[in-house]
């Protein structure tokens, strides 16, 4: 069974950078899609980014694209993202999350089937 646990969030000022990471066990990556998704308290999850499980393709919401690098290595069995310029408004629970499915790059959550518990990101002068 695959499982997934995020690391490196933190409190950070706005223009900071964090990398999340997020580490997988049991299976592995090799096989999955893998995304990140973030959510504010009373809003829905929001799709942030999705990587192809071998070619490396990356797709990126709007709000991140140019700021928020998604990365895999298989050979660690981890998932990154790297978000740079952090804004207000990127503070959320971020959560990565596998598939299988072929539609993983629309972002939708429930084509996602593995989760890990989430790591808190705050982003505050």
């Known amino acids: 069974q695959l499982q997934l646990v995020e690391s490196g969030g933190g409190l950070v000022q706005p223009g900071d950078s964090l990398r999340l990471s997020c580490a997988a066990s049991?299976?592995?990556?090799?096989?999955?899609?893998m995304g990140w998704f973030r959510q504010v308290p009373g809003k829905e999850r929001e799709f942030v980014a999705s990587i192809h499980r071998s070619s490396g393709s990356a797709y990126y919401t709007d709000s991140v694209k140019g700021r928020f690098t998604i990365s895999k290595t298989n050979m660690r069995n981890t998932v990154y993202l790297q978000m740079n310029s952090l804004k207000p408004e990127d503070a959320a629970v971020y959560y990565c999350?596998?598939?299988?499915?072929?539609?993983?790059?629309?972002?939708?959550?429930?084509?996602?089937?593995?989760w890990g518990q989430g790591t808190q990101v705050t982003v505050s002068s």
């Open positions: 049991g299976r592995s990556l090799a096989n999955y899609h």
């Open positions: 999350a596998a598939s299988t499915n072929v539609n993983y790059a629309l972002g939708k959550s429930q084509d996602f089937h593995s």
